[in-house]
Nanobody, 121 residues
Framework: QVQLVESGGGLSQPGGSLRLSCAAS????????MGWYRQAPGKQRELVAR???????LYADSVKGRFTISRDSASNTMHLQMNSLKAEDTAVYYC???????????????WGQGTQVTVSS
């Protein structure tokens, strides 16, 4: 079984920075894409950032220029560097891996447990 472990969440002042990490363990043949999603109370889950195997990135308009997603393929780890944090960034952040367990096998989504990010003065 694949397990994703998230870390790095916490409290930040507006304008501050946090760095989230997500490490995958288990039997993985390949990872097609990795991404970060967030969900605030009473709101829908939304995509924050995504990175593919060829290092192409996609960001939500609300975080462009402030957040940076990166990956370390050797360790199946990804990070989300969050700068210039705003109150509206407050949410539970979830990491997601789209992975295959064997060549030509189906792509399966795995989710982390979530980590709380709170931006408040």
């Amino acid at each position: 079984q694949v397990q994703l472990v998230e870390s790095g969440g916490g409290l930040s002042q507006p304008g501050g920075s946090l760095r989230l990490s997500c490490a995958a363990s288990g039997s993985i043949f390949s990872i097609d894409a990795m991404g970060w999603y967030r969900q605030a109370p009473g709101k829908q889950r939304e995509l924050v950032a995504r990175i593919t195997g060829n290092s192409r990135t996609l960001y939500a308009d609300s975080v462009k220029g402030r957040f940076t997603i990166s990956r370390d393929s050797a360790s199946n780890t990804m990070h989300l560097q969050m700068n210039s944090l705003k109150a509206e960034d407050t949410a539970v952040y979830y990491c997601n891996f789209a992975a295959r367990h064997f060549l030509l096998g189906p792509v399966v989504d795995y989710w982390g447990q979530g980590t709380q990010v709170t931006v408040s003065s």
